[in-house]
């Protein structure tokens, strides 16, 4: 004898309706921020590389479904009182500070070090509610070859993060990193000092800077965005001026007394 359940669902059958399955939720995406990287070169002209390195790490995260990056404008006010205090981004308590106060459950941070003709890259994931680091990572190899380093690097710091990748997933991310591909160091270290241009609101500085960069990489997907929101930014900033400089010889007609 069928049980009133059973009777349920041969109707459910017979009707053509199919049965609700249980699914697990996908997992919370992991939520990660990317420090700019220290220079230990010893040569302060290489100072704006970090912002660059930083820049290709989270270009290359976001591609993966399960991380959720925190925007890298949003971090600009923290880096700036950082910069001020003279501390390294590689140290632990600065990035479980930075961690905590932009909501990130993992922060990486790195430092590398040219030796010419070859560069090394060190990096740390520190999860910010322990203050443990998690994972450390190295590579190394010609600066001719960046775009090497950075396919390893990454691979390292997902690993680091937990996050396993199906092969679509692989595929997505190489997709992403040939799209955005930079192969030498001396043109990531003229994108760097763009956006350091860029970060003290220096547009149309941050704009003529990219022109040779893009020229050397002009393939790069990301050179390009990066120089097209440049030029809507010194734009924007150009009429903004024009508007307030408008607004304020007008003010000066109104009060100026009629003459007689």
């Known amino acids: 004898m069928l049980r009133p359940a059973s009777i349920l669902l041969c109707l459910a059958l017979a009707l053509g309706a199919t049965p609700a399955l249980r699914t697990t939720p996908p997992a919370p995406r992991k939520s990660v921020a990317v420090l700019y990287f220290d220079n230990y070169t010893g040569k302060a002209d290489y100072d704006p590389l970090g912002r660059g390195i930083a820049s290709m790490m989270i270009s290359d995260l976001s591609a993966v479904q399960e991380i959720q990056l925190v925007e890298r404008d949003r971090m600009q006010d923290l880096i700036k009182e950082i910069d001020l205090q003279g501390t ?8 479980v500070k930075v961690g905590h106060m932009v909501g990130a459950e ?23 509610e322990t203050g443990q ?16 380093l950075e396919q390893k690097l990454a691979d390292k710091l997902i690993d680091g993060l937990g996050v396993a990748l199906s092969p679509e997933e692989q595929n997505k991310l190489a997709s992403q990193q040939r799209a955005n591909r930079i192969d030498a160091v001396s043109t990531l270290l003229g994108f760097s000092r763009a956006l350091a241009l860029y970060d003290r609101g220096d547009f149309v500085g941050a704009g003529k800077q990219m022109l040779p960069v893009v020229q050397a990489s002009p393939n790069s997907l990301l050179l390009r965005e990066t120089q097209a929101e440049m030029k809507r930014r010194a734009s924007a900033s150009a009429t903004e001026k024009a508007k307030e400089k408008g607004k304020s010889i007008l003010g000066g007609l109104i009060k100026r007394p009629p003459s007689r």
């Open 88 to 95: 390294k981004y590689f140290d632990s308590t600065t990035a």
């Open 133 to 148: 680091i998690v994972k450390t990572a190295q590579v190394s190899g010609d600066e001719d070859k960046f775009f090497d």
């Open 106 to 128: 993992y922060i990486v941070v790195g430092a590398f070090a040219a030796l010419d003709p070859k560069m090394r890259i060190d990096t740390r994931v520190v999860r910010v």
